[in-house]
């Protein structure tokens, strides 16, 4: 699977827009971008993903540019049940039985 | 959605160990992950129809099962300090489907003394 790049850290304004870069330059064409998260001490809980068109669900939006090396995760309105670590994954999706790599993530701060 | 037991465990050095896992309704796949303290989840194994599919970096202490209901388990042998952390469990769909989304369960934190 393809290496992620990601901030070690964060900071976001409660009721603004969090947006959480990703770099994956190495992805092949037939993986896909997910994000997880995981506040602290629980399991981690699925957000979103993309093959490489942009993504909106009711908790974010993925935003990939053409080229596929990198991504966006955007949370429109961050509260402070946001803060969590986020972690960007590239995974070859449901040929594989999908071995998940997670690296160190970005830690998102929320503040009042 | 996934649930595992137990929440908690304390267990010396030399003990065995059983953590169990039930999948989210219409998941046939398990995988299983350790999280030590302040890293993200390392893949230890993944079951599908009973069979181990693939396996990360872990020693054969580590060893798992799936039953027929697609319920699992995940057995470590001969425990070290090391083996402290939060194991995961996590379920999806079968190989075959569009993508590989996984669902994780709340975890159940081993402490090895």
């Known amino acids: 699977d393809a290496k992620t790049t990601q901030p070690p850290s964060m900071d976001c304004a409660e009721g603004r827009a969090a947006n959480l870069p990703c770099n994956h330059s190495?992805?092949?064409?037939?993986?896909?971008v997910y994000w997880y998260r995981q506040i602290h001490s629980q399991g981690p809980q699925y957000i979103i993903h993309g093959l490489k068109n942009n993504e909106t669900n009711e908790m974010a939006s993925l935003i990939i540019t053409e080229d596929r090396k990198s991504s966006t995760l955007i949370l429109p309105h961050a509260t402070l049940r946001d803060t969590a670590v986020y972690y960007c994954i590239v995974n070859a999706g449901g040929t594989s039985y999908g071995k998940l790599t997670f690296g160190q993530g970005t830690i998102l701060t929320v503040h009042p | 959605g996934v649930t595992q037991s137990p929440t908690h465990l304390i267990k010396t050095r030399g003990q065995q160990v059983t953590l169990r896992c039930s999948s989210q309704?219409?998941?046939?796949?398990v995988s299983w992950y350790q999280q030590a303290l302040g890293q993200g989840p390392q893949f230890i194994f993944q079951?599908?129809?009973?069979?181990?599919?693939q396996r990360g970096n872990f020693p054969d202490r580590f060893s798992g099962h799936q039953f027929p209901n697609y319920s699992s388990e995940l057995n470590v042998n001969a425990l070290e300090l090391d083996d402290s952390a939060l194991y995961l469990c996590?379920?999806?769909?079968?190989?075959?489907?569009?993508?590989?989304?996984?669902?994780f369960g709340p975890g159940t934190r081993l402490t090895v003394l």
């Open positions: 996590a379920s999806r769909e079968g190989p075959g489907t569009s993508t590989d989304t996984q669902y």
């Open positions: 309704s219409g998941h046939n796949t």
């Open positions: 079951y599908y129809e009973e069979e181990e599919r």
């Open positions: 190495t992805i092949s064409g037939n993986e896909y």
